[in-house]
């Protein structure tokens, strides 16, 4: 079967997904700028300091979807966080890890795949080793 999509690169490193047969407008994968936030700073979409960062974003740059695809990412950097206007590139060109959900479980989007997985790992100590040999 015949691939009928291809990607193309737009000048400000955005990746859409164009329809060779152009049956359908060319899309792009996003990620919401609340998610985003969170992610870069650590924390829930619920906290406030994610909430007010992401109002501020939205705020300075008009809205959520001009921020993701239209603001240069040196903007981003000199407006607020470097981490945030890092993850926004790593969006726009689609260097993401998409876990997909699955029996009724959503699925989940990671920015930074490698530091979640090395966050979870804890080397044990010689004696929490020890601790650990019995049940009772």
Known sequence: MEDISEEKVSPNGIRWIVDKTK???????????????AESLESTVFSQKVKAMYENLCREFGSEITALLK???QDIKNFG?????????????GNIA???GFDGEYGKV????EEVKSSKL???????????????
């Open 81 to 93: 966080d470097a981490k945030i206007a890092e993850a926004i590139e790593k969006v726009r060109k």
């Open 122 to 136: 804890k080397v044990q100590s010689e004696d929490e080793k020890k601790e650990q040999l019995g049940l009772f």
């Open 23 to 37: 049956n359908h407008p060319p899309y792009v994968k996003l990620v919401p700028l609340l998610e985003i936030v």
């Open 71 to 73: 603001t240069p990412i």
């Open 98 to 100: 998409i876990d997909p």
């Open 110 to 113: 990671k920015i930074w795949q």
